[in-house]
């Protein structure tokens, strides 16, 4: 699991959760360095350029209305029970000193001392994290609704209304927008089939309702008007010749409910010994991180919108076991990092692999954490700014 960073604090705190949450750990962002080459950061127009500085919203946030709570509060969604329930859970958690009867025994002023200073950590982290929703719900549609889906635990009608709000407004308003009549987006000068396939996979990112009308229009034109001309003009959704680009067509392609059988088909042939992917295979036959990320997204929500099936699950085990091995970021063979890069976090992702994104697809797929990802874990939790963002 957008360009600032509360979506993707709002993607990595599931991720700190699913493996930390007995320790206390509740939230982390991505750091300040993007790890994009200038070209890549103007791929998507100048919608996004300059966006990807962790406390920057896009342009076309500034035009985003505050939003009303059911009860009619300005307050960005929070709820006036929200502090009480913190407060809830800080008198159910258990204490430290439940673990140790001698040291719950022990009635000395040091003994009470240490209890107290727990629960005053533990209630700044409580405050902290009520701090940090409520600047999630402060913000874009595309946000806010994954925020009440994952952190606030919203009625299923709640989350469906704001949902349904990211087509209408802010930034999937602005993207929707930015596609051309014949399907593309891009400047007049730029209609390259990368800016496109980045547009679709964004919306997709930024929860657009795929059964929306304006999602409807948007794929019924790259459908109409959009093929692979290099391949006999292949149509868009029966995919390219790359495994990264046909993931991405398929993970996209799938959320809107676009059938992508062909693309499957052909992934499932070229998964590699080591379990993984790359573009660049043959003459290579080591995986690509980048190429195999996007792959195993796509196969997830292939899988999600279509149903499991033996064949796609077991490449997909198979490609976890490529990314697990090598704790999601160092060499099988000699146990270096790959890529220092992958430590730091930038949005969007496109193409590009790091921890963050790594982990974050485990999670959505039900991988239980062991102790290959521990260290993975520790640092997106060091990229935590001490404001709990």
Sequence with gaps: MFATAALMMKQSSPVIWWHLSASGARSSSRSNASHFPPEK??????????NHALHQRPPVCATARPRRSPSGRRDGWLRPGLFSRSRAVLAASPSPFHQFPEAANDTSQSAYAREVRWLLRRSEALMSEASVTRWLLDGDPAIRWQVMRDLTHEPDDVIAMERSSVANEGWGRALLDRQAPAGWWGG???RGWMITMDALALLREMGVDPLSDEARGA??????HLRWESLGNRPYFDGETEPCINGAILAFGSYFGERCDSIVDRLLGEQLADGGWNCKAPPSSRSSFHSTIRVLEGLLEHERKWGAATAITETRLKAHAYLLERRMFRRLTTGEIIDSAWTRFAFPTTWHYDILRGLDYLRSAGVDPDERIAEAIGIVE???????R
Excluded: F
Excluded at 219 to 224: C, L
């Design 41 to 50: 950061r103007t791929r998507m127009n100048e919608w996004s350029r300059g």
């Design 188 to 190: 007049p000068n730029d």
């Design 219 to 224: 794929i019924s034109r790259v459908k109409a």
């Design 382 to 388: 060091a990229r935590r700014h001490q404001n709990g």
